[in-house]
């Protein structure tokens, strides 16, 4: 069973940075792609940012150029740091990944993004 823990939300002040951590345990081996999903009340559960086991990234159009992902294969971790962030970021951020077919979610950090 893989379990992904994240942490690292909390409240900023529009503008402010923050970096949000995830890690994966119970898995041997690689796991192929990690990332990141956010939901904001009333909305659906959109893409942040994914990252492969080869380095390769994807971002959502809203976060481009302000968010970066980045991961350490070997400890299956997975980082997002956010810069420039507005209170439209406000949203509770899932961890996630993706082995072999197999869907991993994390149990969600809240980010709070004030005017």
């Known amino acids: 069973q893989v379990q992904l823990v994240g942490s690292g939300g909390g409240l900023v002040q529009a503008g402010g940075s923050l970096r949000l951590s995830c890690a994966a345990s119970g898995v041997i081996g690689r796991i192929n792609a990690m990332g990141w999903y956010r939901q904001a009340p009333g909305k659906e559960r959109e893409l942040v940012a994914t990252?492969?086991?080869?380095?390769?990234?994807n971002y959502g159009d809203s976060v481009k150029g302000r968010f970066t992902i980045s991961r350490v294969n070997a400890k299956n971790t997975v980082y997002l740091q956010m810069n420039s962030l507005k209170p439209e970021d406000t949203a509770v951020y899932f961890c996630?990944?993706?082995?072999?077919?197999?869907?991993?979610w994390g149990q969600g950090t809240q980010v709070t993004v004030s005017s």
């Open positions: 996630y990944g993706n082995r072999w077919g197999e869907e991993s």
């Open positions: 990252c492969t086991s080869d380095g390769s990234t």
